[in-house]
């Protein structure tokens, strides 16, 4: 289910999300700004592990396993 709704931007985002669909980046305006509000969410979801995380530090079960994942290739590297 989804929900239609009006915002208003200034002139060069709507300008950048234009360019993104004519690209055929993605397929329209409302593909790229579900994308940004996907990822921004994303990020404040880790933000705010992270601050628990640094609220209450590690856990001893789980610091092996995030060193292993840290020193592993990314294919984002």
């Known amino acids: 289910m989804s929900k ?3 915002v208003r ?3 060069e ?3 950048f999300v234009d360019e ?3 690209s055929g980046a993605e397929r329209s305006r409302a593909a790229v ?3 940004a509000l996907e990822r921004e ?5 880790a933000a705010r592990d992270a601050e628990i995380l640094a609220r209450s530090g590690q856990d ?3 610091a092996g396993l995030a060193e292993r994942a ?3 290739r990314s294919a984002l590297a």
Request: overall charge positive.
């Open 33 to 35: 700004v579900t994308r």
């Open 9 to 11: 931007l200034p002139n």
């Open 20 to 22: 993104i669909v004519d």
């Open 4 to 6: 239609q709704i009006a």
């Open 13 to 15: 985002l709507v300008d």
């Open 70 to 72: 840290a020193g592993l």
């Open 41 to 45: 969410r994303r990020r404040a979801v």
């Open 60 to 62: 001893p079960e789980l």
